[in-house]
């Protein structure tokens, strides 16, 4: 279980970017994070995989103190971020990111599988450098499949869908929903997109450094829908 208390982040000029933000995830729930652009919500992200430290309030994960734990520290713990623009990797196949990231050499039928659940043919891909000539929607993918290598506790998605097709967008939603079917962690998604808000077991709204609505799909997504509150 993630536990954020009164976190609050002021940017060096002053500005304040999250004002005392509360927030539980439960485990083996979909979150997804929406609201206004500049709202604080890619920042909100960062302070729960440690790239950021607040300015104030504490991070607890499964129940420990990791305020002040680093990405490294927070990820052996089983703390995963997909980046909205995942990093390539010069020299380095897609064979072994997924190995890293499991921290193990996995079997060909492993391999395979991550990458099937992800929606790419496993031997066009498994052997391929992780550089330029792989599109967004493929890297979009192929992290993901490391993701779920890694059997993470809770997985962080800033905005997955940024630069993708719509065909890509397809299956990460399909992707998506497998990994909440599956129960295997939390997961956390910034979007916007309302298919995506769709999917989720709960729905919160951040405007202007402040969780202004938070509760189920059900309940939060029709006023979404009615008062266009997430753009």
């Known amino acids: 279980m993630l536990e954020l208390k009164d976190i609050s982040m002021k940017a060096e000029d002053g500005k304040e970017i999250l004002n005392h933000v509360d927030l539980t995830v439960e ?3 979909l979150i997804v994070i929406t609201g206004p652009n500049g709202g604080g919500k890619s920042t909100l992200a960062k302070i729960i995989v440690g790239i950021e430290k607040p300015s104030s309030g504490r991070v607890f994960f499964d129940g420990e ?9 927070r990820a ?15 020299g380095v196949t897609v064979r072994d990111l997924i190995n ?3 921290g193990d050499d996995l079997n060909q039928s492993q391999l395979c599988s991550y990458l099937c659940d992800v929606g790419l043919c496993a031997k066009d891909y498994i052997d391929r450098e992780v550089n330029a000539s792989l599109s967004g929607g493929e890297m979009k993918r192929i992290e993901i499949a490391t ?7 809770l997985a962080i998605f800033d905005e ?3 630069g993708i097709d719509l065909w890509s967008f397809n299956n990460l939603i399909d992707v998506f929903n497998k990994i909440r ?12 997109q309302e298919r995506i808000l769709d999917i989720a077991d709960e729905i919160v709204v951040l405007s202007a450094g402040k969780i202004v609505v938070q509760g189920s799909k059900n309940k939060v997504l029709p006023r979404l829908l009615s008062n266009n509150d997430r753009c």
Do not use: C, W
């Not at 052996?76 to 010069?90: C, D, E, N, T």
């Open 27 to 29: 485990d083996s729930k």
């Open 65 to 73: 103190d990791v305020t002040e734990l680093d990405i490294t520290q």
């Open 76 to 90: 052996k713990l089983g703390i995963s971020f997909a980046f909205q623009q995942p990093v390539r990797f010069k």
């Open 100 to 102: 890293l990231a499991a």
């Open 147 to 153: 993701i779920m290598a890694r059997r993470s506790k």
């Open 160 to 162: 997955p869908e940024a």
């Open 181 to 192: 079917h599956h129960g295997n962690g939390s997961t956390i998604i910034i979007s916007h």
